[in-house]
Protein backbone atom coordinates (compact mmCIF):
# COMPACT_ATOMS: atom_id res chain seq x y z
CA UNK A 1 0.00 0.00 0.00
CA UNK A 2 1.31 3.54 -0.32
CA UNK A 3 -0.21 6.88 0.89
CA UNK A 4 0.92 10.11 -1.08
CA UNK A 5 0.84 13.15 0.87
CA UNK A 6 1.27 16.85 -0.17
CA UNK A 7 2.21 19.30 2.53
CA UNK A 8 1.60 22.73 1.32
CA UNK A 9 3.65 25.71 1.65
CA UNK A 10 6.40 24.00 3.63
CA UNK A 11 8.42 26.75 3.51
CA UNK A 12 6.26 29.45 5.25
CA UNK A 13 3.81 27.39 7.11
CA UNK A 14 5.92 25.28 9.39
CA UNK A 15 5.15 27.24 13.22
CA UNK A 16 6.14 25.12 16.21
CA UNK A 17 7.30 22.19 14.14
CA UNK A 18 4.39 21.12 12.44
CA UNK A 19 7.01 19.43 9.67
CA UNK A 20 7.02 16.77 12.57
CA UNK A 21 3.61 15.73 11.71
CA UNK A 22 4.56 14.80 8.62
CA UNK A 23 7.46 12.63 9.91
CA UNK A 24 4.95 10.78 12.24
CA UNK A 25 2.91 9.79 9.20
CA UNK A 26 5.92 8.49 7.46
CA UNK A 27 7.43 6.55 9.87
CA UNK A 28 4.47 5.20 11.54
CA UNK A 29 3.37 4.16 7.69
CA UNK A 30 6.69 2.19 7.68
CA UNK A 31 6.65 0.62 10.27
CA UNK A 32 3.48 -1.21 8.50
CA UNK A 33 5.28 -1.75 5.57
CA UNK A 34 3.17 1.01 3.75
CA UNK A 35 5.09 3.72 1.63
CA UNK A 36 4.43 7.28 2.71
CA UNK A 37 5.34 9.25 -0.09
CA UNK A 38 6.09 12.98 1.36
CA UNK A 39 5.68 15.58 -1.62
CA UNK A 40 5.70 19.78 -1.29
CA UNK A 41 4.15 22.84 -2.92
CA UNK A 42 4.86 26.42 -2.49
CA UNK A 43 3.69 29.17 -3.89
CA UNK A 44 3.46 29.35 -7.69
CA UNK A 45 4.04 25.84 -7.95
CA UNK A 46 1.88 23.27 -9.66
CA UNK A 47 0.62 20.00 -8.60
CA UNK A 48 -2.33 18.08 -8.86
CA UNK A 49 -4.29 18.41 -5.47
CA UNK A 50 -6.56 15.81 -6.39
CA UNK A 51 -4.39 12.99 -6.89
CA UNK A 52 -2.75 13.25 -3.01
CA UNK A 53 -4.52 10.96 -0.94
CA UNK A 54 -3.48 13.37 2.12
CA UNK A 55 -3.42 16.70 2.14
CA UNK A 56 -1.07 18.59 5.00
CA UNK A 57 -0.92 22.51 5.80
CA UNK A 58 0.83 23.81 9.00
CA UNK A 59 0.79 26.94 10.77
CA UNK A 60 1.71 30.27 10.44
CA UNK A 61 1.96 34.32 11.68
CA UNK A 62 -0.27 36.55 10.33
CA UNK A 63 2.62 37.41 8.03
CA UNK A 64 2.39 34.40 6.06
CA UNK A 65 -1.11 34.23 5.95
CA UNK A 66 -0.63 37.32 4.07
CA UNK A 67 1.76 35.73 1.74
CA UNK A 68 -0.05 33.16 0.75
CA UNK A 69 -3.72 33.95 0.40
CA UNK A 70 -3.72 34.87 -2.51
CA UNK A 71 -2.10 31.42 -4.29
CA UNK A 72 -4.49 29.06 -1.78
CA UNK A 73 -7.51 31.15 -3.20
CA UNK A 74 -6.55 30.41 -6.90
CA UNK A 75 -6.13 26.94 -6.06
CA UNK A 76 -10.01 26.34 -4.76
CA UNK A 77 -11.16 24.95 -7.63
CA UNK A 78 -8.71 21.92 -7.36
CA UNK A 79 -8.86 21.52 -3.66
CA UNK A 80 -12.24 21.43 -4.02
CA UNK A 81 -11.80 18.20 -6.51
CA UNK A 82 -9.71 16.98 -3.57
CA UNK A 83 -12.18 17.30 -1.34
CA UNK A 84 -14.62 15.17 -4.11
CA UNK A 85 -12.33 12.67 -4.47
CA UNK A 86 -11.84 11.99 -1.05
CA UNK A 87 -8.98 13.27 -0.27
CA UNK A 88 -8.02 13.18 3.60
CA UNK A 89 -7.05 16.88 5.31
CA UNK A 90 -5.27 17.91 7.99
CA UNK A 91 -4.84 21.41 8.87
CA UNK A 92 -3.07 23.27 11.83
CA UNK A 93 -3.95 26.51 13.13
CA UNK A 94 -3.37 29.07 9.91
CA UNK A 95 -4.41 26.05 7.59
CA UNK A 96 -7.40 25.06 10.04
CA UNK A 97 -8.73 29.58 9.70
CA UNK A 98 -8.03 29.86 5.76
CA UNK A 99 -10.58 26.89 5.31
CA UNK A 100 -13.45 29.05 6.50
CA UNK A 101 -15.28 32.21 5.35
CA UNK A 102 -12.74 34.39 6.54
CA UNK A 103 -9.47 35.94 8.83
CA UNK A 104 -9.50 39.22 10.20
CA UNK A 105 -6.15 40.11 11.29
CA UNK A 106 -5.30 42.52 14.12
CA UNK A 107 -5.02 45.92 11.75
CA UNK A 108 -8.74 44.77 11.11
CA UNK A 109 -7.60 43.68 7.46
CA UNK A 110 -9.67 40.58 6.36
CA UNK A 111 -8.00 37.96 4.40
CA UNK A 112 -10.62 35.62 2.79
CA UNK A 113 -10.76 32.13 3.28
CA UNK A 114 -11.73 28.84 0.77
CA UNK A 115 -14.89 29.33 2.59
CA UNK A 116 -15.71 25.38 2.51
CA UNK A 117 -16.75 25.73 6.11
CA UNK A 118 -19.05 28.19 8.04
CA UNK A 119 -16.47 29.01 10.61
CA UNK A 120 -14.87 32.23 10.65
CA UNK A 121 -11.99 33.79 12.75
CA UNK A 122 -11.76 37.23 13.75
CA UNK A 123 -8.34 38.39 16.01
CA UNK A 124 -8.10 39.67 19.21
CA UNK A 125 -5.59 42.62 20.42
CA UNK A 126 -2.04 41.89 20.36
CA UNK A 127 -2.34 41.87 24.32
CA UNK A 128 -4.71 39.18 24.50
CA UNK A 129 -3.86 35.74 23.01
CA UNK A 130 -4.73 31.89 23.70
CA UNK A 131 -1.62 30.66 24.57
CA UNK A 132 -0.34 27.40 26.26
CA UNK A 133 -0.58 23.76 26.49
CA UNK A 134 -3.95 22.28 26.16
CA UNK A 135 -5.83 18.95 26.46
CA UNK A 136 -9.00 18.08 25.38
CA UNK A 137 -10.78 14.79 24.80
CA UNK A 138 -11.46 13.97 21.11
CA UNK A 139 -13.81 11.91 19.33
CA UNK A 140 -13.17 10.82 16.16
CA UNK A 141 -14.54 7.56 13.61
CA UNK A 142 -16.81 7.06 17.20
CA UNK A 143 -13.54 6.58 19.53
CA UNK A 144 -13.43 9.17 22.29
CA UNK A 145 -9.82 9.72 23.77
CA UNK A 146 -8.10 12.06 25.33
CA UNK A 147 -5.25 14.55 23.05
CA UNK A 148 -2.84 17.10 24.27
CA UNK A 149 -1.16 19.59 22.47
CA UNK A 150 0.53 23.48 22.70
CA UNK A 151 -1.89 26.61 21.32
CA UNK A 152 -0.83 29.70 20.55
CA UNK A 153 -3.44 31.86 18.62
CA UNK A 154 -4.60 35.34 18.80
CA UNK A 155 -7.63 34.47 16.81
CA UNK A 156 -10.89 33.61 17.44
CA UNK A 157 -12.73 30.86 15.61
CA UNK A 158 -16.39 31.04 16.16
CA UNK A 159 -19.62 29.55 13.65
CA UNK A 160 -18.30 26.07 14.23
CA UNK A 161 -20.45 23.09 14.23
CA UNK A 162 -18.83 20.23 14.52
CA UNK A 163 -15.47 20.73 16.76
CA UNK A 164 -12.71 17.76 17.17
CA UNK A 165 -13.20 17.79 20.73
CA UNK A 166 -14.01 19.16 24.18
CA UNK A 167 -11.57 21.32 26.20
CA UNK A 168 -10.21 19.82 29.07
CA UNK A 169 -7.61 22.13 29.64
CA UNK A 170 -6.36 25.35 27.60
CA UNK A 171 -8.78 27.27 25.20
CA UNK A 172 -9.25 26.11 22.43
CA UNK A 173 -11.18 27.77 19.55
CA UNK A 174 -12.09 30.81 21.34
CA UNK A 175 -11.17 32.05 24.85
CA UNK A 176 -14.24 30.53 26.48
CA UNK A 177 -16.18 27.98 23.58
CA UNK A 178 -15.10 25.15 25.81
CA UNK A 179 -14.79 23.13 22.31
CA UNK A 180 -11.45 22.84 20.10
CA UNK A 181 -11.08 22.60 16.37
CA UNK A 182 -13.46 20.95 13.39
CA UNK A 183 -14.16 17.88 12.21
CA UNK A 184 -16.07 16.15 9.84
CA UNK A 185 -15.40 12.52 7.59
CA UNK A 186 -12.34 13.82 5.82
CA UNK A 187 -11.16 17.13 7.91
CA UNK A 188 -9.46 17.38 10.66
CA UNK A 189 -8.58 21.15 11.79
CA UNK A 190 -6.94 22.32 14.96
CA UNK A 191 -4.76 25.08 17.02
CA UNK A 192 -3.07 22.20 18.55
CA UNK A 193 0.74 22.66 17.71
CA UNK A 194 3.80 20.92 19.32
CA UNK A 195 3.60 19.53 16.53
CA UNK A 196 -0.11 17.52 17.25
CA UNK A 197 1.34 13.92 15.98
CA UNK A 198 4.26 12.74 18.46
CA UNK A 199 1.98 12.41 21.63
CA UNK A 200 -1.33 11.73 19.91
CA UNK A 201 -0.64 8.37 18.12
CA UNK A 202 -4.63 7.67 17.86
CA UNK A 203 -4.99 11.02 16.00
CA UNK A 204 -1.81 10.28 13.73
CA UNK A 205 -3.65 6.54 13.07
CA UNK A 206 -6.48 7.88 12.67
CA UNK A 207 -5.65 10.29 9.57
CA UNK A 208 -3.59 7.39 8.10
CA UNK A 209 -6.58 4.86 7.74
CA UNK A 210 -8.45 8.31 6.32
CA UNK A 211 -5.43 8.75 3.89
CA UNK A 212 -5.74 5.02 2.90
CA UNK A 213 -9.63 5.04 2.09
CA UNK A 214 -9.28 6.64 -0.62
CA UNK A 215 -7.68 3.77 -2.39
CA UNK A 216 -7.96 1.27 -0.15
CA UNK A 217 -11.49 1.19 1.75
CA UNK A 218 -11.73 0.90 5.44
CA UNK A 219 -7.95 -0.47 6.64
CA UNK A 220 -6.94 -1.95 10.02
CA UNK A 221 -3.69 -0.73 10.87
CA UNK A 222 -1.42 -2.92 12.89
CA UNK A 223 -1.08 -2.19 16.28
CA UNK A 224 2.57 -0.53 16.74
CA UNK A 225 4.63 -0.14 20.35
CA UNK A 226 3.15 3.17 21.29
CA UNK A 227 4.17 3.30 24.87
CA UNK A 228 6.38 6.20 25.14
CA UNK A 229 4.57 8.15 23.05
CA UNK A 230 1.74 7.67 25.62
CA UNK A 231 4.03 8.15 28.56
CA UNK A 232 4.94 11.74 26.83
CA UNK A 233 1.19 11.95 26.84
CA UNK A 234 0.17 11.29 30.02
CA UNK A 235 3.48 13.71 31.28
CA UNK A 236 1.72 16.64 29.79
CA UNK A 237 -1.91 15.58 30.96
CA UNK A 238 -0.43 14.66 34.67
CA UNK A 239 1.19 18.57 34.41
CA UNK A 240 -2.10 19.83 33.10
CA UNK A 241 -4.16 17.84 36.05
CA UNK A 242 -6.29 16.33 33.87
CA UNK A 243 -7.59 12.43 34.46
Not at 12 to 19: F, I, N, S, V
Not at 119 to 140: K, L, Q, V
Not at 162 to 185: A, M, R, W
Request: glycine share 10%; with cysteine; aromatic share 10%.
Amino acid sequence: MQIKMLWMYHDLMDLYGDKGNTEVLRVRSAKRNIECIVDTCSIGEQKDISSYDLFFMGGGADREQNLIFEDLISRKEDIQKAMQNKTAFLLICGGYQLFGKYYKDQDGNIVEGLGFFDYFTESTDRDHRCIGNIAIEATMDGETFKAVGFENHGGQTRNVETPLGKVLYGHGNTFDSGFEGFLNDQVLATYMHGPLLPKNPKIADKILQRALRKNYGDVTLAPLDDEIEYKAQEVMLKRLKVR
